[in-house]
């Protein structure tokens, strides 16, 4: 099994920076792609950003030019800086990760963290 734990969610003004972290552990044989998801209320879940292991990167329209995702490889972590925040970014952000454990190809996904961008 893999299991991953976000951390770094909190609440900040609009324009501020808040920088997720995900920490994947267990039984890992390899990791793949990881990115981030989020969720606001009322909403469905959408993709915010994504990391190929060797550093391809794609984001949503809503976050690209404001959002940087990054991966190190050697801490099974995938990062998720966060700058010029807006109200419409509160939600629960969730990440994932493609991973083999057990000789199997699987998507996991954490908890998730809560970011709420108020004044």
């Known amino acids: 099994q893999v299991q991953l734990v976000e951390s770094g969610g909190g609440l900040v003004q609009p324009g501020g920076s808040l920088r997720l972290s995900c920490a994947a552990s267990g039984s890992i044989f390899s990791i793949g792609a990881m990115g981030w998801h989020r969720q606001a209320p009322g909403k469905q879940r959408e993709l915010v950003a994504t990391?190929?292991?060797?550093?391809?990167?794609n984001y949503a329209n809503s976050v690209r030019g404001r959002f940087a995702v990054s991966r190190d490889n050697a801490k099974n972590t995938v990062y998720l800086q966060m700058n010029s925040l807006k109200p419409e970014d509160t939600a629960v952000y969730y990440c994932?990760?493609?991973?083999?454990?057990?000789?199997?190809?699987?998507?996991?996904w954490g908890q998730g963290t809560q970011v709420t961008v108020s004044s």
């Open positions: 990391i190929t292991k060797i550093g391809t990167t």
């Open positions: 994932n990760c493609v991973a083999a454990s057990s000789s199997t190809w699987r998507n996991y």
